[in-house]
């Protein structure tokens, strides 16, 4: 069975926590946007300017960064046999949320 989930929620509301433990319990991958943007702060990485720019003045990183990322993720899970997600972190706004 394929699952998709997305955690929202107010800031210190604890989503990660519960991605994680439904994660474990519907044995598919809990995709954090937090995660895919630290692992892609690092000098060498082509975005590396853009997520820092962001994160130093205090803005949330560019919807076309977060939506690049999210799409590499989930086309490489989709090619390693994984069946389903939960999303943590995204949609940020109602505007994401509708697809507008």
Known sequence: MEYKWA???NPGAKKHVYAGKLSKL????HISIASLVRQ???PRSSLYK???NAV???KFVP???IFGLLSERLEAGYYRGECGF???GIPRSVR???GS
């Open 7 to 9: 955690f929202i929620g």
């Open 26 to 29: 519907l044995q598919v991958p």
């Open 40 to 42: 892609d702060l690092h």
């Open 50 to 52: 853009q997520i820092a």
């Open 56 to 58: 130093n003045n205090g």
């Open 63 to 65: 919807e076309n960064v």
């Open 86 to 88: 939960i999303l943590n």
């Open 96 to 98: 994401q949320a509708v």
